[in-house]
């Protein structure tokens, strides 16, 4: 018998659970508020809380350490999972999954101890490559920026998409491969546990006969058997004390960049870029500002990201003047304390939840380690309980 599992929430991580859901074997069922779109429609004012189309979005390493919080050692075992899986899908699909893979540039002015233990914080020449990153090199002083305020830079092999393109040909596969999509806004995960079998399987899809994987509720209607529900409702839901925003402010320009580059600034501020790919720009950026909720661009903020990266990669302008700019963008990254959430609980009087949520700035890049880890605690409940009738 199919079990039936559902994902709340449609951004990067809940289409990426999906994905690997179905190729588990379970029909899946998809139910959110909001689902990718053509990014140059997307209204900031009515989806500022669906994330996943204001990120960049770009692959880059953070190196775990021991004086870090310990779920970064989880998270980078996630985020190579996720550029094994980004290596498959955009050699099966270079033209339209929304990926390109491309060199990835570090700077810092000031390297933590995660860093200075990658170079042993002296000799160039003496890399171990402990993150075991694909195309890693450390930087010469002299392919530095030229204000001469970065210490410590490298550079390696990695991947960006563009957001809306990936996330649509995400979705579009889902739907191909038998997913069904539900356009619903849920107060709290439990409720999917009470939607009916015409709200999980859709107007337009074949309702199926009475039988195994269903029942009859009281009222007569059919009620669909629930193995499981993915929370991955990015900011979305029942508040968890820990969860919060971190303001991002990017500016999309026109031109094309030959590498996404990052830089760390000693006041702790970031300039970077991110190379969207298929006619998408470059997002420059940017700002993280925990628990800002402001939804509005500030000119001033722009003006200063654009000039601090073209002083740090002044290769962007190939010889103009200027950066052309398409639009600002404010997105809300969903931050949590003590890291992202992926975790099981047995909700009483409703069945088995998978928490996917809390990627902060990074859902894109641990999107396939997190849906692998969603797969992997379904499967353990299943077969835990096999008979389940929630
Ligand atoms: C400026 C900026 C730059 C970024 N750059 C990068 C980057 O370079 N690399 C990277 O990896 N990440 C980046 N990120 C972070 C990344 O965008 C997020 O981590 C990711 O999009 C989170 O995805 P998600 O699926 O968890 O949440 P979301 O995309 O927010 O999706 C949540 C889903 O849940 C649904 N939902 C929520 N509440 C409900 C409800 N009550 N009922 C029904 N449905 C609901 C929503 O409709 C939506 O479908 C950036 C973010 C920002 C803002
Ligand atoms: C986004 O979420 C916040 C807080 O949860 C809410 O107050 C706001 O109305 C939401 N904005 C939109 C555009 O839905
Ligand atoms: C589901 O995720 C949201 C984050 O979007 C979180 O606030 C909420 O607590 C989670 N639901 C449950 C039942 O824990
Ligand atoms: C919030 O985070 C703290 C540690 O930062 C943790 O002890 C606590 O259990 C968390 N609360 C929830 C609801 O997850």
Redesign the pocket.
Known sequence: MTKHVVV???????LSSAILLQEAGYAVTI?????PGPFETMDPRTKI????P??????RWVPPHPSLPSHLERDHRFSLRTYARMKQLHASHPGTAGITFLKGIEYLERPGPEYLAISDGKDPNRVHNPLGLPGFRLLSPSEFPADGRVTWGCEYDTWCVNPMVYCAFLLRRFVHRGGRVVA????RPEEVFFLSAADLLGAVSPIPVAGEGESVSGKDEKVVTIAAVVN??????VPDPNMTVTR?Q?CVVAEDCDATVTRQNADGSWTFC?PRGFEGGTVI??TKELNNWDTKPSPEVRRELLSKFTETYPKILAGKGELTVVRD?V????TRDGGPRIEGEVMPGAGFVMHA?G????????SWGVAEAVVEAVETHVRKEPEARL
């Open positions: 709340v929430g449609a951004g990067v991580i809940g139910v959110a508020r909001d689902f809380n669906y994330t996943s204001w990120g960049g979005a770009h692959n619903r806004e849920l107060r991955a409702s990015g900011t979305g839901l991002g990017t991110v950026g940017g963008i997105g809300r990254r969903p949520y990627l902060g700035g990074r859902g894109y890049e641990l």
